[in-house]
Every structure is written in structure tokens, then in C-alpha cells.
């Protein structure tokens, strides 16, 4: 089976201004551990021009700031272990890790940090932030859906959580990840465009 590959683009829109700084009601402003065991990044990328590849990342770290009186506050930093991509085909996986790809025993980690956050509703908004990926910084801009805070029951750990969703769309060649075959009439085997989805999960500190 032909390697396929995660990638990650960017989208080209105006960046929300920071509208808040943290130190704007600071009583209110929260702090939460993004909880590795119910966290996701995935990706779906386009494979021989006709049909969607899958995969995602394990293993993610970070924190998420928030202000429940005042969301304009949000802001994220996480870090994904490039070495935890999983597509289902180990092949596939290594061949992602190689320097055509991640290059992740060079570049280890992808990153982000927020810069800012504007509301589009009561719980949407679009978060601006800074993308690291195979070394290359760029920015980016994430379509946001809050949920939460809930209390867990007692009975499994009656942690407080925050739920953090997340999409866009990124150009995987805008992070120096060009590796393709042509077929055809102007096919490739790899396509440049990736959807990416975020499913974060975080606690209360």
C-alpha cells in the first residue's frame, strides 16, 4: 500500500485581535491540564485525488487558560508527540515519522500557542494562535466550540473538566511537507490540503 500522510495546513483569514489580557480580571481567569487520556488531534487528508486517509495523535500536553465570566481570556498552549501518529497501517505510521514526512526523531513535537481569542457566540469563537510544525512556525486560525465545565461523579474521580473542540484547514507544503508522487493527469498520490480536528478535554488546577 502506498504511504499516505498527515499534514497540516494553514487558512488564510484575518487574525482575531486580542481583545483581553490575562490580567484583566485575573480573580476570574482558570487554569486547566489538558487530560492526555481524552484528547485527540485528527486529520483527514485526501489519497490518490478520490478517497480520505484518517489518522490522529495520542499523546497531547498543555493548558488551557479560562475566564467563565469573560471568554474573550481563552487561551491554549499544547504540544503533540509526533512520534504518537497513529493511521491503523504501521507502515504508514513509519513512513509519516521519516524526514519525507514529521522527520520526528529530528523534530519531535508540534506546538501551539494561542495569541488570541475572538467570540462568535456563546460558546464559538475563533481562536488565533501559532502553529510549529516540522520546525516552521505559522499562523493559524481555529474554529472553537466551548462545552462545559461539568463536575465527573465521585465514583471516577470527580474531576471538574472543560471540553474544548477545534477545526480547521491547513496547506501541509506551507511547513516545508512536499513529499508526493505524480499519476496521471496532474493527480498526486498525497493531497495538500488537511482538515484538522481537535477534541480536548482539560481539568480544573
Not at 482558570?30 to 484518517?54: E, G, Y
Not at 494562535?129 to 465514583?155: F, K, M, Q, Y
Not at 470527580?158 to 491547513?170: M, Y
Request: proline share 6%; glycine share 10%.
Amino acid at each position: 500500500m502506498t504511504p499516505s500522510a498527515f499534514i497540516i495546513p494553514v487558512e488564510r483569514s484575518s487574525v482575531p485581535k486580542q481583545h483581553y489580557s490575562p490580567r484583566e480580571g485575573e480573580d476570574n481567569m482558570q487554569k486547566w491540564s489538558i487530560d492526555p487520556d481524552h484528547t485527540v488531534a485528527a486529520f483527514c487528508v485526501r489519497h490518490l485525488m478520490i478517497a480520505n486517509v484518517r489518522g490522529q495523535f495520542n499523546r497531547i500536553s498543555g493548558t488551557v487558560h479560562f475566564d467563565p465570566l469573560n471568554a474573550i481570556g481563552l487561551s491554549l498552549e499544547a504540544e503533540i508527540d509526533v512520534a504518537g501518529i497513529y493511521t491503523g497501517i504501521g507502515k504508514r505510521d513509519d513512513h509519516l515519522r521519516s524526514p519525507d514526512f514529521f522527520d520526528a526523531e529530528r523534530l519531535p513535537t508540534i506546538t501551539f500557542r494561542s495569541t488570541g481569542y475572538e467570540p462568535t457566540g456563546k460558546t464559538t469563537g475563533r481562536l488565533a494562535g501559532r502553529l510549529t510544525i516540522h520546525g516552521i512556525p505559522r499562523e493559524i486560525i481555529l474554529d472553537v466550540t466551548l462545552s462545559g465545565p461539568v463536575t465527573a461523579p465521585a465514583e471516577i474521580g470527580g474531576e471538574t473538566t472543560l471540553a474544548l473542540s477545534a477545526r480547521t484547514s491547513l496547506n501541509r507544503e506551507d511547513f516545508g511537507m512536499t513529499w508526493n508522487v505524480p499519476f496521471g493527469d496532474g493527480g498526486v498520490v498525497v493531497g495538500r490540503e488537511v482538515e484538522i480536528h481537535l477534541d480536548i478535554e482539560a481539568d480544573r488546577q
